[in-house]
């Protein structure tokens, strides 16, 4: 089935540095990928999004890139603040099919430090 | 106000009471979900509702029941709740269209002793 390899945490960075939290997935049609992200108390928001391959979701200064050849949605971003800690999640909706529902990555806890 | 509000916010029950978990939305959106989450696993899909004919079973649907009121309200069950269902649960909503875009409520913390 369907699957979403997230890069374990905790993610503790100080706050300017360059952040990477990995995904790849497993999908058996053309998945639309996506990053939510969970501030603390919070329900999960859309962060970014791409729809096909070497789309380029972008906000907030976070960056992800749809890479089909390497099953991956790495997310990144050039410097962290200390409002960026939550958990990241990584996620992927089967393009087509009826149901449609997100299949998640297991989130990754940032936790940036002044 | 939350476009996806869910009620209540936390809730502490007892081994074998029936609980209800409340959501509604003012989105407009066709779809609504339910999700749980616990934690090192993300979000498992519980069940969904295309409208209020269609539910549907997800992933870990044993356990819990669903009732679509309306377009806009859509809430879970636990029949009999046993303490492994401790955990965040979350609803969502979608149009189906496009990407299919969720957009979710703020959780439900559910503790069962």
């Known amino acids: 089935g369907d699957s979403v390899t997230q890069m374990e945490g905790p ?21 639309s990928l ?9 329900g999960l928001q859309l962060l970014l999004k791409a729809t096909k391959a070497d789309d380029k979701g972008s906000n907030k200064g976070f960056e992800a890139t749809y890479r089909k050849e390497t099953t991956s949605f790495h997310l990144e971003k050039g ?13 992927l909706t089967l393009s087509s099919g009826s149901a449609r529902q997100l299949t998640f990555g297991s989130g990754t806890q940032l936790t940036v430090l002044p | 106000d939350a476009d996806v509000t ?3 916010r936390n809730r502490i029950t007892k081994t074998g009471k029936r609980i209800m978990l409340e959501c509604s939305q003012t989105k407009g959106h066709d ?10 696993l993300g979000l498992r899909l519980i069940y969904y509702s295309f ?8 992933e870990i649907s044993d356990g819990y ?7 806009a309200k859509f809430s879970l069950s636990l029949e009999s709740a046993i303490p492994n269902q401790t955990a965040l649960y979350f609803c969502a909503t979608s149009t189906g269209q496009g990407a299919n875009i969720q957009y979710f409520g703020a959780g439900t913390r559910l503790s069962v002793l």
Do not use: H
């Open chain 2, 6 to 8: 869910q009620t209540p």
């Open chain 2, 65 to 71: 029941s669903v009732s679509r009121q309306a377009q």
């Open chain 2, 31 to 40: 779809r609504m979900y339910w999700y749980r989450q616990d934690p090192g």
């Open chain 1, 11 to 31: 993610v503790t960075l100080s706050e300017e540095a360059f952040l990477t939290i990995n995904c790849t997935y497993t999908a058996t049609g053309y998945p």
């Open chain 1, 34 to 42: 996506f990053w939510y992200v969970q501030y603390p108390g919070e």
């Open chain 1, 79 to 91: 410097s962290v603040q200390v409002s960026d800690s939550a958990v990241y999640f990584c996620a």
């Open chain 2, 51 to 58: 409208d209020v004919k269609d539910i549907n079973k997800g």
